[in-house]
């Protein structure tokens, strides 16, 4: 009999961590509501969710920018330097003596 292999398209998701989800986001739905009502408090916390989601959507958008622009310019410029200690693997130059003498 062939052993049973777990499924790599689908995601390991753990049950605690699906609750976890759900009540993190009844807890925002929660507060949505508050804030539907009326809620100064509520207010200012849907207020603050949403700058943080802002906050983290505008990294990302950053690093993409980064990394797309990183990756376009990789091969196309030569950037070893003659005087670059590890591209001839030689020491850099020594600028202060050693104080100690050489066995």
């Given at each position: 009999m062939?052993p ?7 995601p ?5 961590a699906?609750?976890?989800v759900?009540?993190?986001a009844?807890?925002?739905?929660a ?13 200012a916390?849907?207020?603050a ?8 959507f505008l ?7 980064s ?15 003659e005087g ?20």
């Amino acid at each position: 009999m062939d052993p049973i292999v777990r499924s790599r398209v689908l995601p390991r998701v753990s049950f605690r961590a699906v609750m976890l989800v759900t009540f993190v986001a009844a807890i925002i739905a929660a507060v949505a509501r508050s804030a539907g009502d009326g809620a100064t408090f509520a207010k200012a916390v849907i207020v603050a969710l949403l700058l943080l989601a802002l906050f983290f959507f505008l990294s990302s958008v950053a690093f993409l920018l980064s990394w797309v622009t990183a990756r376009m310019m990789i091969g196309r410029f030569d950037n070893t330097r003659e005087g670059n200690p590890f591209a001839k693997d030689q020491l850099p130059p020594q600028l202060l003596k050693p104080r100690e003498p050489e066995l």
